[in-house]
């Protein structure tokens, strides 16, 4: 992947910040785009201590729910690094509760960024790789999407839509030689997971059969195949990095 363009969203922090750590070590230039600027340009700097050659490292501190903004951050990187390799749509959130207290800004503020933001990124790149003929797009997205999960409808939905997005687009694009596929976390250790109570803990992992939750490295690892020449020939897919928890 060394010198490819990659768009990473939701990039400043866990599963998106492992995946530009894991790219970057390969080479490739990373345009990280996510509302929290500090972050981005805490990883930024260090990256850059590990920067080879020519590598490039930029970032854009842009809510994804507002097609305008993406859509000329994508025509800037594509002016001046004339292609786009590779899309990664990480960023997403929560705003949990149960639905006969859902209020509307709650159900908005996931669909807008989770669903709508993926949707934006994925149109915006598009007419580039169709152009240009080739290219990949990576949804991150949810086993939550899958299974549901009380006090997630917001979410379960935002990420069961991006099912829908991922192979409908791997049909009309598919002739252009741009591969979409998805990947679904189950249970990975964030900052959120280190604060569960020990009784918490042991509930969620009796869900897993591997009996541990997963790490950030291991989906960026996914992502990386999934970006590579090694996944060419795999499209349309939905892929579950869970520990065995969804089967």
Same mark, same amino acid.
């Given at each position: 992947? $060394? &010198?490819? %363009?990659?768009?990473?969203?939701?990039?400043? +922090?866990g599963i998106g910040?492992?995946?530009?750590?894991?790219?970057?070590?390969?080479?490739?230039?990373?345009?990280?785009?996510?509302?929290? @600027?500090?972050? =981005?340009?805490?990883?930024?700097?260090?990256?850059?201590?590990?920067?080879?050659?020519?590598?490039?490292?930029?970032?854009?501190?842009?809510?994804?729910?507002?097609?305008?903004?993406?859509?000329?951050?994508?025509?800037?990187?594509?002016?001046?690094?004339?292609?786009?390799?590779? =899309?990664?749509? %990480?960023?997403?959130?929560?705003?949990? %509760?149960?639905?006969?207290?859902?209020?509307?800004?709650?159900? &908005?503020?996931?669909?807008?960024?989770?669903?709508?933001?993926?949707f934006n990124c994925?149109? #915006?790149?598009?007419?580039?790789?169709? $152009?240009?003929?080739?290219?990949?797009?990576?949804?991150?997205?949810?086993?939550?999407? +899958?299974?549901?999960n009380k006090g997630?409808?917001?979410?379960? #939905?935002?990420?069961?839509?991006?099912?829908?997005?991922?192979?409908?687009?791997?049909? @009309?694009?598919?002739?252009? &030689?741009? %591969?979409?596929?998805?990947?679904?976390?189950?249970?990975?250790?964030?900052?959120?997971?280190?604060?569960?109570?020990? @009784?918490?803990?042991?509930?969620?992992?009796?869900?897993?059969?591997? &009996?541990?939750?997963?790490?950030?490295?291991?989906?960026?690892?996914?992502?990386?195949?999934?970006?590579?020449?090694? #996944?060419?020939?795999?499209?349309?897919?939905?892929?579950?990095?869970?520990?065995?928890?969804?089967?």
């Amino acid at each position: 992947m $060394k &010198n490819k %363009n990659i768009i990473i969203t939701g990039a400043s +922090q866990g599963i998106g910040k492992s995946i530009a750590e894991k790219f970057h070590k390969k080479g490739s230039n990373i345009f990280m785009i996510s509302r929290n @600027e500090n972050n =981005l340009l805490k990883l930024k700097n260090k990256l850059m201590k590990n920067t080879k050659n020519n590598q490039v490292i930029e970032y854009f501190a842009e809510n994804i729910d507002n097609y305008d903004k993406i859509l000329d951050i994508v025509n800037s990187i594509n002016k001046k690094h004339k292609s786009i390799d590779v =899309l990664i749509n %990480n960023a997403g959130v929560t705003s949990d %509760n149960l639905i006969v207290k859902m209020k509307d800004e709650q159900w &908005n503020k996931v669909i807008n960024t989770n669903l709508k933001g993926t949707f934006n990124c994925c149109k #915006a790149v598009s007419k580039f790789m169709i $152009k240009q003929k080739f290219g990949k797009i990576i949804n991150i997205s949810s086993i939550i999407g +899958q299974i549901g999960n009380k006090g997630q409808v917001n979410y379960s #939905a935002s990420k069961a839509g991006i099912f829908g997005i991922t192979k409908s687009l791997s049909k @009309e694009l598919g002739s252009r &030689n741009i %591969n979409v596929n998805a990947i679904n976390p189950g249970y990975i250790e964030t900052q959120m997971t280190k604060n569960l109570s020990k @009784e918490k803990k042991v509930d969620f992992l009796s869900k897993i059969p591997l &009996n541990r939750f997963g790490k950030a490295i291991e989906v960026s690892e996914l992502t990386y195949f999934l970006a590579s020449d090694l #996944a060419n020939y795999i499209s349309g897919q939905t892929i579950n990095i869970d520990g065995g928890m969804v089967v």
